[in-house]
């Protein structure tokens, strides 16, 4: 993993040259590969499940009156899809047990 606590592209890439032994240009392109299909799959609206990992699912939000904090005046929130991730069962016992 990066200095900054960040997992990269780097650090994936990386990884998959150490444990399956792919030179680290193909270990590259094999994990731009995979992100690609994973966005061109959310792109047209799929989602994305990953066993053991979770799921990448999109959301379509309706328009709603929201409130500016700092001037209390209400304004509109435009309708819009939003992308969130649902860990699964395995990875949350996972990262709570460390």
Partial sequence: MSDNG???????????????GLSRAEA????????EHMSTALARGENVKISSFG?????????RMGRNPKTGVEVPIEPRRVLTFRASQTMRDRVASI
């Fill in 6 to 20: 960040t997992l990269t592209r780097a650090d994936l890439a990386e990884s998959v040259n150490r444990h399956v």
């Fill in 28 to 35: 590259a392109a094999l994990v731009e590969s995979i992100l």
């Fill in 55 to 63: 799921t990448f699912v999109l959301r379509d939000k309706t328009e």
